[in-house]
């Protein structure tokens, strides 16, 4: 037991996380994803929306620890907008609503105070388009017929790649893939999840999609581009703010946000291959 227990301790170190409570909190998330798709797509609807507005709230929290203070209330019912306009819409509805939305947010921004307003203006645009415009993917792919095969082909391209790129990245990793940025991530993390992705990703077109193998093959690389450019990206954010995690409400992965930045990044690649197989009949 101690050398499991010292074992545990150096992945632990190593990682920078409790292994454990994330395997446990891993296996709620997936329990509360398609238990509420299998029993009403809107009710996955109104979970995906509860935790956006989470993520918002981690977000605007986390500019103002860095100097940045924009106003939570209103991204939120802005973000609130556009998963409406995603939903009753589709992609036309959240086109128009991302394009009527920041505009109107930048106006009010300006009303209420002209200083610093770039930073402010910019903060504001990303806090909507990063949880709410690419979040608006993911109920594009579940408000659809065969919603809960696109949302469980999400669910393991982005599973596989931060999964084997965890253990790949721990077990052999030695040469830092974005050491300015994410010092823990490795070439090695990378190649593990490419290999990982790719055959999950063939795995799932197949069984669950009824897709060629080679399809998903192909578009594994693709969704371990998007999902590790998703996690760079909110790392940079985290390090510009110098902050370590966006939140602590989910143990062993930090905040909302640092469990779903592969997600958002990996959505709409996934809706946009889709509907380019169903265009073309692939």
Not at 37 to 50: D, Q, T
Request: with cysteine.
């Amino acid at each position: 037991m101690d050398d499991i227990h010292a074992i545990n301790e150096a992945i632990n170190a190593k990682a920078g996380r409790k292994l454990g409570p994330s395997i446990v909190v891993s296996l709620g998330i997936l329990i509360l994803v398609f238990g509420s798709l299998y029993l009403s797509s809107a009710l996955f609807a109104l979970l995906v929306w509860f935790v956006l507005m989470l993520a918002c709230r981690e977000l605007t929290h986390a500019y103002k620890e860095g100097g940045i203070d924009i106003p939570e209330n209103v991204i939120q019912i802005a973000v609130t907008g556009l998963l409406a306009a995603a939903w009753f819409g589709r992609v036309a509805g959240l086109a128009v609503a991302i394009a009527v939305t920041i505009p109107n947010i930048l106006v009010y921004i300006l009303i209420k105070s002209s200083k610093d307003f770039v930073k402010k203006s910019n903060a504001a645009t990303f806090a909507i388009f990063y949880p709410g415009f690419l979040g608006g993917f993911v109920l594009l792919l579940a408000h659809n017929a065969n919603g809960l095969a696109r949302i469980l082909t999400l669910v393991v391209l982005v599973s596989c790649n931060d999964t084997f790129a965890y253990l790949s990245g721990v077990l052999f990793g030695k040469h830092p893939l974005a050491p300015h940025v994410s010092p823990k991530k490795t070439w090695e993390g990378l190649i593990g999840a490419m290999i990982a992705t790719t055959l999950g990703s063939a795995l799932v077109f197949h069984f669950a999609l009824d897709k060629a193998w080679w399809l998903g093959a192909g578009f594994g690389i693709v969704a371990v581009i998007t999902a590790t450019c998703g996690d760079l990206i909110e790392s940079a954010v985290k390090r510009d703010l110098a902050i370590k995690d966006m939140g602590n409400i989910l143990p062993g992965h930090g905040g909302i946000l640092d469990r779903i930045d592969s997600v958002l990044f990996t959505g709409p690649a996934v809706w946009f291959v889709l509907e380019l197989i169903k265009r073309f009949s692939l």
